[in-house]
């Protein structure tokens, strides 16, 4: 299904029994509030350090892999080199040589592709948790009927009032400090 078709499904759920909320025939408008993951990602200070520690880790990973790509370089300058002295026992050898270290280095690169992205998907998750966590101490405190995710077509628009983006961030940041 797509999303603009949830959506509409959603609010064909959600929207009538908010207005009949009031009950005995009056019908009121129930706000509902948004917040938007991903600017509290962004913004908070969690999500700021989480974003610069997979910088680094990137970089010091691809430092790693520069060593062994220069190294492979290096072999196979050296049979270039060594091609017109070598047998063609040796020559096959050395080339089959090369070919296994290739091999090995394309399946450490995806490994670390895989391991990188393993670690930002438990970084992020785990500031979304504490995000969802404040969200629902700040909703339950505020006694908040709806809170949805502001997304990729989901939410439209939602007035600056009912967005609760800058109070997630600000418990998620005084969390981190605390």
């Known amino acids: ?11 064909c759920i959600i929207l009538p029994p908010v207005a009949a909320w009031a009950g005995e025939g009056k019908v009121t408008k129930t706000p509902l509030y ?37 190294e492979l370089q290096k072999i196979n300058a050296d049979i270039e080199k060594q ?4 047998s063609e026992d040796a020559l096959r050898d050395k080339r089959a040589m090369l070919e296994r270290k290739a091999r090995d280095f394309e399946r450490d690169v995806q490994e670390e592709r895989e391991d990188l992205a393993r670690k930002n998907e438990e970084e992020i ?13 700040i909703a339950a405190d505020d006694k908040l009927p709806f809170v949805l995710e502001r997304g990729d077509g989901f939410v439209v628009f939602a007035n ?9 961030v600000k418990a998620l940041d005084s969390k981190s400090l605390g």
């Open 1 to 11: 299904m797509n999303r603009h078709l949830l959506s509409f499904a959603l609010s």
């Open 34 to 70: 948004v917040v938007d993951m991903q600017r509290v990602l962004d913004d908070s200070i969690a999500g700021k350090a989480a974003r610069n520690n997979m910088k680094d880790e990137v970089k010091k990973r691809e430092g790693k892999l520069q060593v062994k790509r220069l």
């Open 83 to 86: 091609s017109a002295l070598l």
């Open 125 to 137: 998750g785990k500031i979304v948790r504490n995000a969802q966590e404040a969200l629902a101490k």
């Open 160 to 168: 600056e009032q009912f967005d609760l983006t800058a109070r997630v």
